[in-house]
């Protein structure tokens, strides 16, 4: 069956944050999600369950083994239902979880806003470390780390694949990260929320599947919000293979209420049964990303871009064209909203949502061209 990334679905007036806050003549592309329908296995099964009418609490026994099988088709990597913990969302767990230990929190910058900020709003301090880049291909800089870690410090959060620069980490530099970690003593906090959307036949290495060290001092974050479109029903799993670990970390999130029937129903779906749909996705994704970063780079070679390996999120830099603030010149003069690099650590940046069809990439590129020309 072939699925229509291609179709447009008007979103204004559905209540979302990406079109219904925003001018009526602006192109918003700044918000993670997607403007693609979710996938028909997806819509049937929340059909059915709204057409059930009761919403009680929810325990569904089946999602564990399919996520077990999910792990195996997706990673060839063996995991064993105990170790999964539901999550309502992932963002409330990346303040929470940074309760765990105490002392601060290591984070590579610049990172996903929310991650920066999460263990700022469970009042823990962060110790940043700036990402090497080398013409826009970022990679964590050991050596800067080394030269900034406190004794304190026994979290570090990573986010892979990364947003927003977009990559995806190697096997050697997962591999080198864990063995920082295992001469600091650190757990790390692994984001993987894009996991499912990496290019170029790339493959995505979950954290705690690096070795013994990564296996017992992990946590692994995922979810169904990125990949499958479904931000509106949070919803996420934690892979936590040490039991007492595992036991911490539920202390530490009691507070967190349980994931929502439909959330979870939807979630199943996507796991369960959406694969045909995601694998067109990222063709259509990657298409995108092509798409973009040709036109931009073709028309204004002295911008800087980072080229995608996953996410659908582009960062640029415009301020090479004479662009003194790119956020406020694409929103006013060329009537695009992207995100403002300020919150994910690097000011001057923008990020692009390339989670859209080809027609509003199209109209993006005409804006900017027709403005800078
Ligand atoms: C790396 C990362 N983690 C988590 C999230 C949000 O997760 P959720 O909406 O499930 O809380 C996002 C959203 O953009 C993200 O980019």
Redesign the pocket.
Known sequence: MRFNFDEPVDRRGSGSVKWDTIGERVLPMFV?DMDFRSSPQIIEVLEAKIHHGIFGYGQDLEFPGIIKQWFQDAYQVPIKEEWIVLLP????V?AAVSRLREGRVMIPSPN?H??LAAPGKAGKETIRSPLKNTNEYYEMDFDDMRRRIEPDVRLFYL?NPH?PVGRVYTYEELKELSCFAEEQNLIIVS?E??CGLVFDGRRHIPFFSIDEYAAEHSITIM?P??TYNL?GL???FAIIPNGTLRQEFNKTCYSLPNPGILNVAAAKAAYGSSEPWRLQLVDYLQGNRDYFEKALREQFPAIKMTHVEGTYLQWVDFRPLGIEDPYQWLLDKVKILPNKGEPFGLEGYVRFNLGTTRARLEEAIGRITSVIA
């Open positions: 993670a969302a992932i963002v409330p990346l996903y929310i991650l986010c947003n984001d929320a894009h979810g919000g990125k931000a949070p919803f996420g």
